[in-house]
């Protein structure tokens, strides 16, 4: 039993790297570079009061590749659009996010980062609503044989009331893992989401009982991860230091994001703000707000390569010493 096992693994896993995902090698730091700019073309995505999510998205992406190429000239850079279409210039939303992971995995990507926008609410930047502003007490009288009785009741005031579309921060997504997996306990949950991601497609998520799927998911698990959630929880941590609201580092259980589950290397979704609120639209598309946001993701990806390249390092001296 044990051995038909280990057959059935194996064939899994040569099944995974026949699919285009290059089984985990010993690649040290980061050499390619995937930038995934969110929506495209006709897809806008999240739609604010003046913009859309794919123009800040592609415009973030973009500085955040040229600080990049300046300070680490010898990394390859690939961005899976570089204007206003569905990448690829794919004709259907579904066949862009299929070209972007098999864009990551054909090209060896050593990391996958997509850029989005969080979207909450009924509209950006608010709406009316019909609500009880006050309430007048009235009384009427009426007679129950010989008696007369007083009765008070409320007559409401009603008004169309603005209210503000007040969901407002940032969150960065990793691959959602079994639920049950020990490694994924540390991550915020997140099965009630409100917000927008590209993870509205048809496209199927895998499936944990198909032998290949699962063979996928435990090299993901070994390899994967813990370098993804490292680098998800810096970029959190950059964000939170910068004063911006911080809502964690997130999985949907419920629905994975297709673009995570589908590229084999570490990968995370990052919602830089919500293009639903007025404040943080303004914030996002400006000069500033984006060069801010640029400045904390880089801050947090330049830890992040650090931290790789010192342990390669390390592990590297731990060979040498053991050849000896």
């Known amino acids: 039993m044990l051995r038909s096992s280990k057959l059935l693994l194996l064939a899994g896993l040569l099944a995974f790297t026949n699919t285009g995902f290059a089984q985990p090698a010993a690649r040290k730091g980061i050499r390619t570079l995937i930038i995934d700019p969110g929506h495209g073309g006709i897809d806008p995505g999240a739609r604010g009061s003046f913009t859309s999510e794919a123009a800040i998205a592609l415009q973030v992406s973009k500085k955040f590749g040229d600080t990049l190429a300046k300070v680490y000239p010898e990394m390859k850079i690939i961005y899976t659009r570089t204007s206003d279409i ?48 006050d309430k007048i007490p009235r009384t009427k009288t009426y007679k129950k044989g010989k008696k007369t009785y007083t009765k008070t009741y409320y007559e409401y005031v009603y008004e169309n009331v603005y209210v503000e579309n007040k969901a407002k921060g940032t969150e960065t997504y990793v691959w959602a893992m079994n639920k049950n997996d020990s490694k994924i306990n540390s991550v915020t949950k997140n099965n009630e989401y409100s917000g927008e991601i590209d993870s509205t497609s048809a496209l199927a998520m895998p499936d944990p009982s198909d032998p290949v799927e699962k063979a996928r998911m435990l090299i993901y698990a070994q390899n994967y991860f813990r370098k993804s959630l490292e680098l ?9 230091d910068a004063g911006r609201v911080d809502r964690g580092v997130k ?54 390569k650090e931290k790789l390249e010192k342990k390669s390092e390390e592990k590297d001296k731990e060979e040498g010493k053991k050849g000896f």
Do not use: C
Request: a neutral charge.
């Open 86 to 133: 569905v990448p690829g210039n794919s004709p259907t939303i579904d066949a862009g996010l299929k070209y972007r992971a098999n864009l990551a995995n054909q090209s060896g990507g050593d990391l996958f980062i997509a850029i989005h926008l969080n979207s909450a609410g009924r509209k950006a930047g608010g709406w009316y609503e019909r609500k009880v502003v």
């Open 232 to 240: 998800a929880s810096e970029v959190q941590e950059q964000f939170k």
């Open 251 to 304: 999985q949907r259980n419920d629905k994975g994001i297709w673009v995570l589950q589908a590229t084999g290397m570490p990968s995370i979704l990052i919602e830089i703000g919500f293009i639903s609120n007025t404040e943080e639209e303004q914030y996002m598309a400006s000069e500033e707000g984006q060069r801010e946001i640029v400045n904390n993701i880089f801050a947090a990806f330049k830890k992040y």
